[in-house]
């Protein structure tokens, strides 16, 4: 799939990034790794403006609680991948496909919301998943490596304050979060969990290909999300209420979190053996499931209502929407205390429930290897 002419591309590039590679791991230690760059790769989950510069924009009231109005992201406010961001000291990333007042000087967003990791076989405006699969983000990434070091180049000017320098290619950390439209899509499409169960050794070798791909373009520093307890969001359930009648104690479908379990436990060997056949990269596994589910299951004592119960939109109408409703429009409005929920519109968390979920992965507890964010560019060979 790769254009002719991209080998001898990847060559130079790779070349002229190696003996950076080698400098940073040397020095790795426990010093922070300062990382120039983040490169992102998903779903809604981090999707900064992606489908919206797409497909429409997200509608008020996205970003009330944050930024003020919508931008681009399916939240109240500012999603995991803006506090990776902050946390960095790098800019909020700009989403790849939005054309107007993009900065990427530090990096670039790959992520649309409705994203997968394989092809869907459905179009957008028939199901709702995006046609920008990870295969996909892959070729947009490809295509900016080459066109923007051109640009940079050739062009100079206010380009070299607008994108990356080469060397921030192989310094940069590449983040992922992906996954959670594969499992849904099985299920929307009124699969039994075996026979979803029965693709996720397919996802995770066209996970792999890409990472592999990422790595053959010079990225190193690669750290994965696995996927969220599907089960405990209202849509995955109204979709299939045959699923959400057995529950666990938090009143979460346990057929679907099974499902999304079974699909981190080979996601995190994936990760393994990418760690075992690239010594010089490092590969952080960050079971940001456990982090979201400890929040569902324990919201009243950590200060949150009803973890199910979306802030914005409902049943009838979704967040920002109008629906008519037995004869009157309504318009799916916001609840008055986003900061007190953990549910922004059914589908995504808010933006507190953001922050508690990065607040739990930042320092390492819940990785495999246990680093640090900001130590993520610890290799095999330091360890
Ligand atoms: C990369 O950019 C060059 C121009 O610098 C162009 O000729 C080539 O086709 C591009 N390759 C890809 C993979 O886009
Ligand atoms: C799409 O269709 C192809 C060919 O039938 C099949 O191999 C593939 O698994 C389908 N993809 C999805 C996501 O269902
Ligand atoms: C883009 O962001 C970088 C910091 O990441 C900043 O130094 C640069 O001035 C910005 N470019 C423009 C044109 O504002
Ligand atoms: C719409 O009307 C039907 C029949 O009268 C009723 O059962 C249903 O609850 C109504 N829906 C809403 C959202 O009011």
Redesign the pocket.
Known sequence: MAPPCSAAVVAVVVAVMLPLVLQASVGAGSADCRFPAVFNFGDSNSDTGGLSATFGAAPPPNGRTFFGMPVGRYCDGRLVIDFIAENLG??YLSAYLNSIGS????GANFATAGSSIRRQNTSLFLSGFSPISLDVQSWEFEQFINRSQFVYNNKGG?YR??LPKSEYFSQALYTFDIGQNDITTGFFMNMTPEQVIAYIPDLMERLTTIIQNIYGLGGRYFWIHNTGPIGCLRYAMSHRPDLAVVKDGAGCSVAYNKVAQLFNQRLKEAVASLRKTRPDAAFTYVDVYSAKYKLISEAKKLGFDDPQLPCCGDDNVGCGGKAEVNGTWVVGKSCDNPLRRVSWDGVHLTEAANRFVFDQIVAGKLSDPPVPLRQACQTGRGR
């Open positions: 790098i800019p900065n990427f000087t530090q206010i304050q607008l």
